[in-house]
């Protein structure tokens, strides 16, 4: 499922752009290199928070991944400076696969819908059920970071219903410099065999990263049951999209711009406090004001 909590996460960030400012007041500027893999907008005004830094930080980039090579020539022609889609399916090593087309597209998978316990829900099972089976060819993300030529990914979003935990054994190297992460992730069996959500925190924490928090929860009722005429209702609660962070106790490992670049992205999710807690780490090194300037704009009445 697609990310239904981004227009939250948009507003949170247009509340504060605090950080932003100050940056930019003490000549901090900055270049992110961002991954959004599984990226088929769900609508013409569908954006993503994070697309913000690439015209209030030039230079940065979005690197999004989609199946559909049509659905990616298309928006290649319309996207704005910075993003770049390429029609690739990345997965944990070079390799063909078979992928399972959705009645839903935004729904297809490496992976069989678990149809029988999708069916139990409302409109779960309309979504998830496979139209066509077809051969795909997967790369892993270290592959295609080194045949792209890119040396450093600082975040990824990622939504590929499924195969998340997939994607990430195969870039072990790429992961190394990356500061945060928001995934989907499945507290049910919705695919079979997926690997769940305990499945991928396990192995992020052994890459030196650490569960930070839900973007809200995702789900349906059991039928008959309707709650509030909303057969969308999130009863049963079956996924969400997490986010992960570098490890708290280790953020001294980090360097100064990663930092700056783990404050902003934390700021843009509305996590205020690791904002604060990432710039005391900078100011330790620098003997810098950056937590208090900071401290002091987001507690001071407009």
């Known amino acids: 499922m697609r990310a239904f909590f981004m227009w939250i996460m948009f507003a949170q960030y247009m509340m504060s752009s605090m950080l932003e400012e100050i940056l930019k007041d003490k000549g901090v500027n900055l270049k992110l290199t961002m991954l959004e893999v599984g ?21 940065s ?28 399916a990345l997965g944990r090593a070079e390799e063909t696969r078979d992928f399972y087309v959705a009645a839903a597209p935004m729904c297809s998978s490496l992976y069989p819908p678990n149809q029988e316990y999708c069916d139990l829900f409302h409109s779960l099972g309309e979504l998830v059920r496979t139209t066509k089976k077809i051969k795909i060819d997967t790369v892993s993300l270290d592959h295609f970071a080194h045949s792209a030529g890119i040396s450093n990914v600082d975040f990824i979003k990622i939504d590929i219903q499924g195969a998340e935990l997939e994607f990430f054994q195969g870039g072990q190297k790429t992961l190394q410099n990356v500061v945060a992460i928001v995934t ?46 909303n057969v969308n209702a999130p009863q049963q609660h079956l996924w969400t999209d997490a ?20 404050a902003l992205l934390m700021e843009t999710y509305g996590s205020f406090d690791l904002t604060h807690f990432a710039l005391s780490h900078i100011d330790k090194r620098r003997k810098s004001d950056f937590a208090a300037t900071y401290l002091k704009r987001a507690t001071t009445p407009k």
């Open 39 to 59: 990226a088929i907008p769900l609508g013409s005004d569908a954006k993503e928070p994070f697309h913000h830094f690439l015209t209030t930080f030039p230079g």
């Open 61 to 88: 980039r979005v690197i999004a991944f989609e199946v559909d090579k049509e659905e990616c020539d298309r928006l290649n022609k319309i996207a704005p400076p910075g993003i770049e889609f390429h029609a690739q």
């Open 184 to 229: 989907e992730v499945e507290f049910e069996p919705i695919y079979v065999g997926q690997p769940l959500y305990e499945d991928v925190t396990v192995y992020l924490r052994a890459e030196g990263f650490s569960f930070h928090k839900f973007l809200g929860v995702a789900g349906r009722a059991l039928k008959p049951i309707v709650y509030n005429n």
């Open 243 to 262: 986010v992960y962070v570098r490890n708290l106790m280790t953020l001294d490992r980090l360097s100064d711009e990663q930092l700056f670049k783990l």
